[in-house]
């Protein structure tokens, strides 16, 4: 079974930077693809980032440039550094597999002055 546990959000004021981690419990980490996803409220979860096991990465136009996202293999953990952060980032942040299973608890960031 596997376990997702985020951690690292919070509350920032627009133009700050967070990182968030992500430590996965699951065998083999470094032979999965891994994902960031967000949810704000009243909208669907979208996907933010995703990391191929060889460390290839794609982000959608609105987070590139301003997202990465990166993974320690020796520690079961994907990262997801923000910067510039905006409003409309305010999100509950959550990571994955892909293809995804059990959701973790999330990691709720709020960009706000």
């Known amino acids: 079974q596997v376990q997702l546990v985020e951690s690292g959000g919070g509350l920032v004021q627009p133009g700050g930077s967070l990182r968030l981690s992500c430590v996965a419990s699951i065998n083999i980490f470094s032979s999965y693809t891994m994902a960031w996803y967000r949810q704000a409220p009243g909208n669907q979860r979208e996907l933010v980032a995703f990391i191929s096991r060889d460390g290839k990465s794609i982000l959608p136009d609105s987070v590139k440039g301003r997202f990465t996202i990166s993974r320690d293999n020796a520690k079961n953990t994907v990262y997801l550094q923000m910067n510039s952060l905006k409003p409309e980032d305010t999100a509950v942040y959550y990571c994955?597999?892909?293809?995804?299973?059990?959701w973790g608890q999330g990691s709720q960031v709020t960009v706000s002055s």
């Open positions: 994955n597999t892909i293809p995804s299973r059990a």
